[in-house]
């Protein structure tokens, strides 16, 4: 009896499981890889990931420890290398930099963020300090693609680097380093530097951190000198500004009619015009500012103010799958790497050639015929 019990839950089980995978497989076209970067991590937490891609493959880097805050917490780096079979794998992870003050005082680390210069060097931001609203920016530079790393430099002071998500290089040669503070309000700045973290400039803030309360921005680019920030908030909606002299300037802040549920995001311009954006399609219950972390969307724009849903990545209701980065590689493929349940990192390619496209309409992602999303009962604490 009590072999049979078992195999009828298993069975159930696996039912579950399968029409769950087939289910979230019709959101999935153009995907052609879904992986973790490291399968059993070194450590009980990871968080924040970033990508890159450098002249020697792919890098990766995240903060990894016991949980975010804790003084043990550091940053980690895995490239990608191709294996015996001409596969490429991702190696095991390195620690790279950590928050060590002196014998006696260790802080976290915190956000790391990978820019690959141009037939230059790899560019590591990261933060250390005791909380957000304290850390200080620092970075490390790679001339081997990630192997190895200078001796970390502290950037000037008020200065974080780009908080979360990667600068963008614009035409005119200035580095867009997109950034913010949580200290007085949430407010978002851009860092700028013309010769790659030797000066430093700033613009904004942006807004006051009253009305509208926003950081963790990502930049879109459209050409002539027309720029756009995403950003995560407290708001409900993921909030958006406008440039049109390359980021001199920049429009009110405004909400966007797709819902955020207080998690960060990532937007990439891709070569062909197209703009995608990974989020989490969650508008938090009642009147709520948090909400769960999970589903993870990819959407695609023209315009920057039309989306249409393109792919669900994870849809568990078991949360969290957040805190996207994205790039578009030099085959034209999109990365995404993204926490898995804060456990591990998630790497997924898709092929943007492949995206079947449905129009999001009033910030409610569409139905699709034999796809019903699962309800997430729980909020997201941190």
């Keep these: 009896m009590i072999n049979k019990t078992l195999y009828l839950t298993l069975f159930i089980s696996l039912t579950l499981f399968g029409t769950t995978f087939a289910q979230l497989a019709k959101w999935q076209s153009g995907l052609v890889v879904d992986e973790f970067v490291v399968d059993k991590p070194p450590f009980p937490e990871s968080h924040a990931a970033t990508i890159a891609e450098t002249p020697t493959g792919l890098v990766s880097a995240w903060f990894g420890g016991t949980k975010e805050r804790n003084p043990d917490v550091c940053i980690w780096v895995s490239r990608q290398e ?63 693609g990630g192997r190895t790393w200078s001796i970390a430099r502290k950037l000037p002071d008020g200065y974080l680097g780009p908080v979360k998500n990667k600068p963008v290089l614009l035409a005119n040669g200035n580095l867009f ?17 013309p010769d790659f973290g030797k000066t430093w400039r700033k613009i ?41 002299d390359n980021g001199e300037t920049w429009s009110p802040l405004t909400k966007t009619n797709l819902p955020n549920n207080n998690s960060g995001t990532d937007a990439v311009t891709l070569k ?56 578009q590689t030099s085959d034209g493929m999109i990365h995404v790497i993204y926490t898995w349940r804060r456990q591990k990192i998630k790497h997924a390619v898709i092929d943007p050639a492949k995206l079947k496209l449905k129009p999001i309409e009033n910030g409610v992602w569409p139905a699709l015929k034999g796809y019903t999303a699962p309800i997430a009962k729980g909020i997201t604490k941190d």
């Design 82 to 144: 191709k294996g015996k079979r001409g596969a490429a794998q991702w190696l095991a992870p390195e620690n790279v930099a950590n928050g060590i003050i002196n014998d006696t005082l260790r802080y976290a680390c915190w956000n790391p963020v990978l820019y690959q210069i141009p037939n230059g060097e790899l560019m590591l931001f990261y933060k250390v300090g005791p909380s957000p609203s304290k850390w200080w920016g620092l970075l490390k530079t790679s001339s081997d």
């Design 177 to 193: 380093c997109p950034t913010s503070t949580e200290g007085d309000g949430w407010k978002l700045y851009f860092e700028v530097t």
């Design 204 to 244: 904004g803030p942006l807004n006051d951190g009253k009305t509208l309360n926003a950081i963790q921005p990502s930049i879109l680019t459209y050409g002539n000198g027309k720029l756009q920030l995403l950003a995560r908030s407290r708001d409900r909606a993921i909030e958006e500004s406008w440039s049109t």
């Design 272 to 327: 062909d015009g197209r703009q995608v954006l990974v989020y989490n399609h969650v508008l938090p219950p009642g009147d709520l500012a948090k909400g769960p972390r999970t589903p993870l969307n990819l959407a695609v724009s023209n315009d920057g103010s039309t989306w249409s849903a393109a792919v669900i990545l994870e849809d568990s209701p078991i949360s969290q799958y957040s805190y996207p980065s994205v790039i």
